[in-house]
C-alpha cells in the first residue's frame, strides 16, 4: 500500500471511528432523557389522579380531564421514543429464532383490548398454530405499531383485525382496519419519521410506522400497505415460516 493510500486508510477509519462514538452518544442521551422524563411525568400523573378524586366542581374538573388526556399523550409520545431507541439497539445483535404468532396475537388483544371496548371496536384475531423466524421483541414491536395506527385511524364502532396467512415458504401477517383509510399518494411516505395523514388530529409525533420499517428491516422481513380512502387500510408483515429441520433452540444471525 502506497503512503497516499495509507494516509487515505487511515483517515477514512478516523472517521468511522468518531462517526460511530457519536452515534453511542446520541443513543446514550436520547434513552438518558427517555428515561429522566418518565419519573416527573409519573408524578405528574398521581397528582391529577389525586385531582380527579377530590375536585367536584365541574368547570375544574373539565381542565383536570384535559390535563390528563394531555399526560396520556406525553406518555404514548415518551414510550415510542423509547421503542425506537431499543429497536436501534437490538438492530446490531438480531438472532433470529422461531417464534409461535398466537402468543403475540393474544397479548396485543389483551393490552389494546380496552380501548378497543371503549369506543365499540370489535378487535380480534384468528387463531394460528404459525411459527415463524423472528425476533419475538421486534415483531410483536411492529404489530403492537400497527395496531394503535389502525385504533388511531378506525371510527369508533369501526373493527380491527390481525390475523395471517401461508404464502409458500413465508407467512403473511395483516392487520386490517374499516378506517379512514390512506389517499394513493400518501402510501409510499407513511413509514417516514415524522409523517402524519392527519397533523391536525393526530396525538403523536408520526414515529409509529417508521419504528415498524426500521424493525422489519433490521429482521429481513417484508412490510406491505394497501388502501381505499373511506373502506380502510391492511398493513402487512412478510416473515419467513419455520422449517421442519428447525429446532425450537435454533438461531440465525438477522441479514
Known sequence: MSGQNAEDAAETA??????NQDSSFLELLLAMACHDLRQPLQIIASTNNWLDRHLVDPAERVRVERLGQ??????RQLDQITEAVHIYERAHRILLQPV????????LVDEHGVEARER????????????????ATLLQGILRNLVRNALKYTRNNGKILICCCRRSHTRRIDVYDNG???????????FDAFQQLDPVA?????LGLFIVRRAAQALGH?????????????FSVIAETVSPSWGSNSTRAAA
Open 100 to 107: 409461535a404468532l398466537q402468543p403475540i396475537f393474544v397479548a
Open 70 to 75: 394531555g399526560i396520556a399523550q406525553l406518555m
Open 120 to 135: 365499540g371496536i370489535r378487535l380480534r384475531v384468528c387463531s394460528t398454530s404459525a411459527t415463524v423466524l423472528t425476533d
Open 202 to 206: 393526530s396525538e403523536g409525533v408520526g
Open 180 to 190: 379512514a383509510g390512506i389517499p394513493a399518494g400518501m402510501l409510499t411516505k407513511v
Open 14 to 19: 478516523q472517521h468511522e471511528r468518531c462517526v
Open 222 to 234: 417484508e412490510i406491505r400497505v394497501r388502501s381505499n380512502v373511506g373502506r380502510g387500510s391492511c
